[in-house]
């Protein structure tokens, strides 16, 4: 018998939830490659959508965001990073 994870009708296999903080882009490639994630929390501050380097582009399509305010210094940054 399966004990699938189902969010909102999304079934998931897996629930494993990789938390991207603290680990390099490399790393996270890696784990995601290797560890049957389908899940990823993504702080929105590091999705660095002008920068050198963009999260984004480690991860691949069929994995989902749990995107996330950390960082933030008080309510108020948390609304307008999100």
Do not use: C
């Amino acid at each position: 018998m399966e004990d699938n994870l189902i969010i909102a009708g999304h079934e998931f296999h897996s629930r494993f939830i990789l938390g991207s903080g603290k680990f390099s882009f490399s790393m996270i490639k890696s784990v995601l490659q290797n560890g049957e994630v389908e899940m990823i929390t993504l702080a929105l501050r590091r999705a660095n959508l002008g920068g050198q380097e963009n999260i984004l582009e480690y991860i691949p399509e069929n994995i989902t965001l749990l995107p996330n305010t950390s960082g933030a210094k008080n309510a108020e940054e948390a609304v307008r990073i999100a």
